[in-house]
């Protein structure tokens, strides 16, 4: 009996282990070529806009591979890479990049692209935004009118963005005025625009919606600190089974071929890319 009572509680030991781990899983958002080799991938903005996917299939064709895109916002997408859930990530938050590289579980931090953000708004601009000098003066002008701004505040690249702005305007923004969303970026731009309010939104976002926006427009966009640089960081060698798949993509998208997938995503469909390549990003880095 004493024998058993041991057993069954390995068991239940082994099958909680499992549970666990199971639930601990990141979900898989879409999958992208169908070969033996696979390896995950975490972002929010190239996966929802559908570059990962051009990235992704021409990668994969030429290595036999399998990328699964998980998707998550640069603060959830950094959590994932240090739990070791992501074999990679495509996140646009300098400081937490850094400091992965420094704590040692990222390797492999490579510059991609960049876009910007743009702040967007009612037409009627009730904040008068429009005449700031800076995004700092646009957000206090918006703090000062008490005027609606929706924050996605989810520890995004974006929402990290924001917040420093609010510190360079030396507001902590807080009231009915000021709306958490807790969306991607599509999702909560469109909230904004059907709840009359600013936002802001990256320029590929903007550029890919825009024909479904029809309240809001560019109120202010052009100061430096707006300039949004995309890297890559992955795990160190050996550290999960699809890390050496990842470093690879990481230099497929670095090469020439790579390169100009992302300086002509959204040409066609749009009129202009939506994103700009590493040569020109690496003037604001």
Not at 130 to 155: L, V
Not at 233 to 244: K, R, S, V
Request: aromatic share 10%; glycine share 8%; with cysteine.
């Amino acid at each position: 009996m004493r024998k058993f009572k041991c057993l069954s509680l390995s068991a239940l030991l082994i099958l909680f282990t499992c549970a666990t781990l199971a639930q601990a899983a990141p979900a898989i958002t879409e999958s992208y070529g169908t070969g033996p080799a696979e390896f995950s991938l975490a972002t929010g903005s190239p996966g929802e806009l559908g570059l990962l996917k051009v990235l992704g299939e021409a990668f994969c064709t030429k290595e036999k591979a399998k990328l699964n895109w998980v998707k998550a916002g640069s603060g959830q997408s950094l959590d994932l890479l240090k739990a070791k859930e992501v074999d990679m990530i495509m996140v646009h938050a300098p400081k937490a990049e850094k400091a992965a590289l420094d704590e040692g579980w990222a390797v492999n931090h490579s510059l991609i692209g960049s876009n910007e953000f743009y702040i967007v708004g009612p037409k009627t601009d009730p904040a008068k935004i429009a005449k700031a000098k800076s995004a700092a003066e646009a957000y206090a002008n918006i703090a000062k009118a008490q005027a609606k701004f929706f924050s996605r505040g989810d520890n995004s690249g974006t929402h990290k963005k924001e917040l420093a702005i609010w510190k360079q305007a030396e507001i902590t923004p807080a009231g009915d005025w000021y709306i958490i969303s807790k969306g991607f970026m599509k999702a909560t731009l469109l909230r904004a625009d059907a709840e009359k309010g600013y936002f802001m939104t990256d320029s590929s976002t903007w550029a890919a919606v825009k024909k479904d926006v029809k309240g809001l427009k560019i109120l202010f966009r052009g100061d430096k600190f707006l300039i949004n640089t995309y890297h890559t960081l992955c795990q160190p060698e050996g550290a999960t089974p699809g890390a050496a798949m990842a470093a690879k993509f990481i230099a497929f998208v670095g090469t020439p071929a790579g390169q100009k997938i992302i300086r002509n995503f959204g040409k066609k469909e749009h009129g202009a890319g939506l994103y700009n390549d590493a040569a020109y990003a690496k003037q604001y880095e």
